[in-house]
């Protein structure tokens, strides 16, 4: 609490104070091509911009296809010699999952970075047009699909290229407040008992348990690919529109721990790029330092039964 508060650097020379430019100061990644969801707004814009200023071939993956084409002419205006393109997804609905992934595979890229950073907060009970309650289809199910999709992209992508691939699902503190259990498995899609605070908390418990076991399986596979979960603090952005008044409230009696756009953008840019963390995977970070999650984020046996839920969900979604 005491570095969060005075940003005082920890064990990896950055902290709460860091910003995404400063932890990749440096860095070139001209020979890299990464994938950013939710990358039209918020953190996800800026991490966007940060990894394109460090030469990254960068793809913007969002929903408002307006609002993707803004944040592309941002960061052009910003940067004219950026590689930046955009294509549309919608995190929350397993066909649109699945035509991104082909169009992506239609550009014959490389991919060498995927960063799950879309999501939704605290928004009222709804379910996705496959039929999932809505926090759990966009932050967990949809990336979950994805990466799945793109896994052999980005296997291929290290072979050939000797670089170690790496893909960063965003998280948050929130995950140590989930429902009793963790995952409502038998409970998904109930409405008279949805919380939309513990059902964002699932969702993001359910982000770590996905990069954990997806870790392993890599690790078994002798894979040279990367994954880990970050938090990146609590920051003001459109995440939060569903909750703006509340928000602003709590922001009020705890400024002195909110981070700025630049700062949020940090540790995922961190994770994303920095050479200290070859080889490191299935950990959890935020402030740009490695943290131990909750003890359900940790559980072995949940991140095994949420994967063969998640793979049923997505299946059952394929079929209607």
Request: glycine share 6%; hydrophobic share 40%; proline share 3%.
């Amino acid at each position: 609490m005491f570095r969060l508060i005075t940003g005082r650097p920890g064990p990896s020379g950055f902290g709460s104070a860091s910003t995404a430019e400063q932890v990749t100061h440096g860095i070139d990644g001209s020979n890299l091509t990464a994938i950013v969801t939710g990358g039209a707004s918020g953190i996800g814009l800026e991490t966007a911009r940060v990894l394109a200023m460090r030469n990254v071939q960068v793809i913007i993956a969002a929903r408002n296809m307006e609002a993707a084409n803004k944040a592309k002419q941002c960061i052009l205006n910003d940067n004219k010699n950026a590689r930046v393109d955009v294509e549309k997804l919608d995190l929350s609905s397993i066909r649109s999952v699945k035509t991104f992934t082909d169009n992506f595979k239609s550009l014959d890229l490389p991919l060498n970075i995927l960063i799950n950073n879309a999501g939704i907060m605290f928004c009222p009970f709804q379910l996705s047009e496959d039929g999932v309650e809505m926090q759990f289809a966009t932050n967990h199910l949809g990336h979950f699909y994805l990466t799945n999709l793109l896994l052999d992209k980005m296997k291929e992508t290290a072979k050939s290229s000797g670089i170690e691939g790496r893909i960063v699902n965003l998280s948050s503190v929130a995950h140590i407040c989930p429902y009793k259990g963790g995952i409502r498995f038998q409970k998904i899609n109930q409405k008279n008992s949805y919380q939309n605070k513990l059902a964002y908390a699932q969702s993001k418990l359910a982000n770590i348990l996905h990069a954990n076991e997806l870790s392993r399986r890599l690790q078994e596979e002798g894979e040279n690919i990367t994954v880990n979960s970050v938090h990146p603090g609590l920051i003001m952005t459109p995440l939060m529109r569903h909750s703006a008044l509340l928000m602003r409230i709590f922001r009020a009696f705890t400024c002195i721990l909110w981070k700025n756009v630049p700062q949020g953008a940090a540790t995922t840019c961190y994770v994303a790029l920095h050479p200290s963390l070859k080889g490191l995977t299935g950990k959890y970070y935020y402030d740009c330092n490695e943290y131990k999650p909750s003890k359900l984020a940790r559980d072995e046996a949940l991140a095994k039964n949420l994967w063969d839920f998640s793979n049923n969900l997505v299946n059952a979604s394929l079929k209607t």
